[in-house]
């Protein structure tokens, strides 16, 4: 079956814009989760969501950063007043809960703030 | 907190060479382990894990034990291929409770840029 898409791949955007991240996850899996791979700081937590709540937003690095989920299914990541610091790849992942902890990974967004 | 080292690269080897990529961790509990592989252009994908203490992972000839008393979960091939180039990532999952969900985020290592040449 389909794995997890993410929209756009890459995006360019100048700094001070708001940008918009999409992440559609494996149809049926209730759990989902956003990191963030960048130089220097590896790949690290944003936040998690169980169906349409995010019981651990402990990642996310300012408040500029938010996220949500609707219908159980699709995750939209956005960054207020992008930062050059911001410039990263943007992963997302799911799993099927219940029990069953596997994370599923898209491919990405390149977000590049100039 | 939870952490994961791993061994700095980038590792580059022939083809057919013995292949090991180093990962401790620290954490609280009992986690369970992971190696992820990242091929160039592709998403993460998990390549292997280990849930308890002493057991073994392995896929596509690639292995590695969880070794409790060393906090230790280093990955191991005995012939690499071209093939294998990639980055590798060490992580763990420790149980934690959020909203009377339990649920397991992932902390990564820093990653390892594997080369093979032919």
């Known amino acids: 079956g389909a794995g997890v898409s993410q929209s756009p791949s890459n995006k360019v955007t100048e700094k001070g814009k708001d940008v918009e991240l999409r992440c559609d996850p494996i149809s049926g899996h209730t759990a989902l989760y956003w990191y963030r791979q960048s130089l220097g700081q590896g790949l690290e937590f944003l936040i998690y969501f169980q169906g349409n709540s995010a019981p651990d937003k402990s990642g996310l690095p300012s408040d500029r950063f938010s996220a949500e989920r609707t219908g159980g299914s699709v995750s939209t990541l956005t960054i207020q007043r992008t930062q050059q610091e911001d410039s990263a790849v943007y992963l997302c992942?799911?799993?099927?809960?219940?029990?069953?902890?596997?994370?599923?990974f898209g491919p990405g967004t390149r977000l590049t703030v100039t | 907190g939870n952490s994961v080292t791993q061994m700095e690269g980038p590792v580059t080897l022939s083809e057919e060479a013995f292949l090991t990529i180093n990962c401790t961790y620290t954490?609280?509990?009992?986690?369970?382990l992971f190696w992820y592989v990242q091929y160039p252009g592709e998403g993460l994908q998990l390549l292997l894990k280990?849930?308890?203490?002493?057991d073994k992972g392995s896929n596509k000839g690639f292995e590695a034990t969880y070794r409790k008393e060393t906090t230790s979960f280093h990955l191991e091939k005995g012939s690499v291929q071209v093939s294998d180039s990639a980055v590798y990532f060490c992580a763990l999952r420790s149980s934690a409770n959020a909203g009377g969900t339990s649920y397991g985020k992932l902390t990564f290592g820093q990653g390892t840029i594997l080369t093979v040449h032919p």
């Open positions: 280990a849930t308890k203490a002493d």
């Open positions: 954490a609280t509990g009992y986690p369970s």
């Open positions: 992942a799911s799993t099927p809960g219940r029990g069953s902890y596997e994370q599923y």
